[in-house]
T-cell receptor, first 116, second 112 residues
Framework: GAVVSQHPSRVICKSGTSVKIECRSL??????MFWYRQFPKQSLMLMAT?????????EQGVEKDKFLINHASLTLSTLTVTSAHPEDSSFYIC????????????FGNGTRLTVT | SQQGEEDPQALSIQEGENATMNCSYK?????LQWYRQNSGRGLVHLIL?????REKHSGRLRVTLDTSKKSSSLLITASRAADTASYFC????????????FGSGTQLTVLP
């Protein structure tokens, strides 16, 4: 089955630093990847849609300068949390889908970000 | 508010029993999907049911969809301790995954 690898799984950083999270589709090409944020015991909230070779599409309320997304290849998208603050602490999950409608999403295992 | 609302929020059953989770939504959909999430991990796709389908089976999973009531249910039969996880429904307004909206989830605990 399709595999999406997300790295790192956990990261602890100090306030003011930037953190990069990678999302890779290992056995298929993903022209589109998605980034979600999940608070404890809550649902996933879509942050942005990452399109290979073009700018990401951000959901309302998500600061694009805060959460930088780069989708440089068909198998890699990165999310950089810039100048992180404690309120950015959360579980970030990426997903990718094969081409075609009604394709299920394949998720990475998530990244637990803790900003101290 | 969220497109998908799930009921119950938490469910605890004994191994071998059946578990039923419900999902209600508000607008017309293209398809509805169920996902499972183990604690601290990503989501795993379980099953997709299209708006013109009423029931679908996959192993011990049975999903129903009632578009007139805008609701879906996920039944896990003969539950196992390993089924312990959070289960989310996700509704797609179209075939586009970008329009997939996740429900609030049901935390299922299966006691050995």
């Amino acid at each position: 089955g399709a595999v999406v690898s997300q790295h790192p799984s956990r990261v602890i950083c100090k306030s003011g630093t930037s953190v990069k999270i990678e999302c890779r589709s290992l056995d298929f090409q993903a022209t589109t990847m998605f980034w979600y944020r999940q608070f404890p015991k809550q649902s996933l909230m879509l942050m942005a849609t990452s399109n290979e070779g073009s700018k990401a599409t951000y959901e309302q309320g998500v600061e694009k300068d805060k959460f930088l997304i780069n989708h440089a290849s068909l198998t890699l998208s990165t999310l950089t949390v810039t100048s992180a603050h404690p309120e950015d602490s959360s579980f970030y999950i990426c997903s990718a889908t094969r081409t075609g409608n009604n394709s299920p999403l394949h998720f990475g295992n998530g990244t637990r970000l803790t900003v101290t | 508010s969220q497109q998908g609302e799930e009921d119950p929020q938490a469910l605890s059953i004994q191994e071998g029993e059946n578990a039923t989770m419900n999902c209600s939504y508000k607008t017309s959909i293209n398809n509805l999907q169920w996902y499972r999430q183990n604690s601290g991990r990503g989501l795993v796709h379980l099953i997709l049911i299209r708006s013109n389908e009423r029931e679908k089976h996959s192993g011990r999973l049975r999903v129903t969809l009632d578009t007139s009531k805008k609701s879906s249910s996920l039944l896990i039969t003969a539950s196992r301790a390993a089924d312990t996880a959070s289960y989310f429904c996700a509704t797609a307004l179209s075939g586009s995954a970008r329009q997939l909206t996740f429900g609030s989830g049901t935390q299922l605990t299966v006691l050995p």
